[in-house]
Every structure is written in C-alpha cells, then in structure tokens.
Nanobody, 131 residues
Framework: QVMLAETGGGLVQPGGSLRLFCTAS????????????VAWFRQPPGKERSFLAA?????????YYADSMEGRFTFSRDNTKNAVYLRKRKLESADTGVYYC???????????????????WGKGTQVTVSS
C-alpha cells in the first residue's frame, strides 16, 4: 500500500519554470519506496491522462520519458525522502493540466508508460500556465 501526495502546482506565467514534488507513504509490507516504479502523468483540460516520465530501481533507476517529452522534463528521485520530482522550464500554455504521480511494484519495461500499470495514484496538482 502506497499513498502519494503531489505538491508544487499553481499559476505560472508562460516561459516560467515548474517544479513538482511527489511524496510517498509506504505501508509496512516488506517493501520500501525503492521497490516501486514511480511515474508522472499529466491530464490537460478535456483530454486523457498521458505519460510523462517514470523511474524504477530494477534497472538502476533508469528514467523513461515519453517520446515527445525527453529533454523537456527532468525527473529525479530521492529514495531517502520517499520522493520524486518533476522539473520543466520554458512553460507553455500546453503544459496546463493536472499532474499526477503514480506508483507500482513490479512494473515491466513494456508497461511502464501505461497508466493501467499503476495501482497507486495521488490526487494530482493543478498547473495553469497563463499570463
């Protein structure tokens, strides 16, 4: 059982920067935060939730990005704090949406970009890019 909480959203001007935080509370289950793949997804207004980036310990904490997002977002992880972060600079109006973090143990590589692979989700944090 993992509980996730995202923070860091808000109103940002175009061209500004974004830094989101996701902290996890892992119930006593023999697993630690390090055992979980953790991902960021984004849901723009009126659109589906889509994958941005994910990281898991199984392959040395390799980070996977959506094809269109690599180089635009930066994912980082701190297992000592049970936290992951997402950064982006030069925000555009298209970056508006609700940003979610998700976690799951045992996610295989071919599924890591699919929201259906994750059972644990935060409530999301709203990011609005507007002048």
């Amino acid at each position: 059982q993992v509980m996730l909480a995202e923070t860091g959203g808000g109103l940002v001007q175009p061209g500004g920067s974004l830094r989101l935080f996701c902290t996890a509370s892992v119930a006593a289950s023999g697993r630690t935060f390090n055992n979980y793949a953790v991902a960021w997804f984004r849901q723009p207004p009126g659109k589906e939730r889509s994958f941005l980036a994910a990281n898991r310990a199984r392959d040395g904490h390799t980070t996977y990005y959506a094809d269109s997002m690599e180089g635009r977002f930066t994912f980082s992880r701190d297992n000592t704090k049970n936290a992951v972060y997402l950064r982006k600079r030069k925000l555009e109006s298209a970056d508006t949406g609700v940003y979610y973090c998700a976690a799951e143990a045992g996610v295989i590589t071919t599924r890591i970009r699919y929201r259906e692979a994750y059972d644990y989700w935060g409530k999301g944090t709203q990011v609005t890019v507007s002048s």
